[in-house]
Nanobody, 115 residues
């Protein structure tokens, strides 16, 4: 069965950096894309960044220039490098995988940006 494991969340000061990782395991075939979503308290879950198997990326406007998504297809792993973090980035971040056999979600990792 497919499982996604996220890591790298934590507490960081405004202006700091964090790097999130998500490793997918199990019977995954033909992954089309991997991405990161986030959900802040009282807010809707939103797409933060996405990368296709071919390396095409897209970002929500609020993180452009600050966040970078990357992947290692051989390891079925996706990363999110977050720089110049703001308090508004505080949220639970969820890894997502879109594959031919289905769509899968991680349990989430908490990112807290605070002084």
């Amino acid at each position: 069965q497919v499982q996604l494991v996220e890591s790298g969340g934590g507490l960081v000061q405004p202006g700091g950096s964090l790097r999130l990782s998500c490793a997918a395991s199990g019977s995954i075939f033909s992954i089309a894309a991997m991405g990161w979503y986030r959900q802040a308290p009282g807010k809707q879950r939103e797409l933060v960044a996405r990368i296709t198997s071919g390396g095409i990326t897209n970002y929500i406007d609020s993180v452009k220039g600050r966040f970078t998504i990357s992947s290692d297809n051989a390891k079925n792993t996706v990363y999110l490098q977050m720089n110049s973090l703001k308090t508004e980035d505080t949220a639970v971040y969820y890894c997502n995988v879109d594959a031919v056999i289905g769509r899968y979600w991680g349990k989430g990792t908490l990112v807290t940006v605070s002084s």
